[in-house]
């Protein structure tokens, strides 16, 4: 698929902008405790990249439909996604206190007030699916997707932070990379993979297409951590605006971990490449989701 000259990424991430807005809008209406407001509000609107709501967005427009029709799940994934960072960041887990450039919530406010925001932001996305699709049967169709990928992810971390009882009997360097794509699967590529399913239903996909947007996801879902695994050891702190070097310092399972930096480059490579074929059958009306794909590859935070 040829390159449209005319769009930039900053062009394609712009309607980050309007999820932004809508999300802002939606929790002042909600009536929450104000200091739960507050905290929701500091880690979800607090300078993230919002790829996910874009991802929605982007997909819905690749098959036909248009940016109001996703909206709901833009917003309810950008909440899933801040919740588990929220949580991901805490003492318990990877006990960080640096994110997106400022202090981790719960460094910000408390433990107490962290894990409840996290908490909260859940309940609110399904809450906004339930509360803002229509038809139902679409609400719940969306609703499955987003539940499953939540519950995914949790296991991925579970599998990240504390192992897993099938360790034991995947040993040696083929059990270790079966066990780091499970991770990495799971704790990443399922919120992933769940944006683009949901931006391309809402669309109004048919199932060839639905097929491709899925391939294309679970290609960039894996890549993005494969990515974020090679930034934790390559770039600095400052330009992360989250702590580098953690991965080793908390003898994680990673991709420079078990293949060294140019292995995990070529794996970068490959799943850039299978995410551009997947996108084959869309055609031209893809070419979004082409280039978040190649930002995606060579991104530096
Ligand atoms: C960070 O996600 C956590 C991972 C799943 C690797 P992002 O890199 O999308 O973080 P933000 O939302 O831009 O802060
Ligand atoms: C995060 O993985 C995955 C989730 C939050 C679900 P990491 O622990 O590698 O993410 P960062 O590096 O802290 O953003
Ligand atoms: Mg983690
Ligand atoms: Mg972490
Ligand atoms: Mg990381």
Redesign the pocket.
Known sequence: MPHSPAIDLETIVEPATAVEGYLRTYLAGRCLPVNLQEAIEYALL???????PVLVLRCCEAVGGAFEDAMAPAAAI?MI??F??VH?DLPAMDDDDL??GRATLHKHTNEAMAVLAGDAMMGLAYELITTRIVPPSLAIRILTELTTATNNMIGGQVYDTLGDCDEATLPGAVGAMQRLKRIHLN??GA??RASCRMGAICGQADKPQLAAVTRYAEAIGLM??V??DLLDVTQTTERL??TAGKDVEQDKLTYPALLGLEGTRAEVARLHQEAGKALEPLGEQAVTLRLLADYMAV?E?
């Open positions: 607090g300078g993230g990249k919002m790829l996910r950008e996604h801040t588990s960072l991901d994110r997106r704790k990443t919120l992933l993005f951590q990515v974020d605006g989250k991104r935070k």
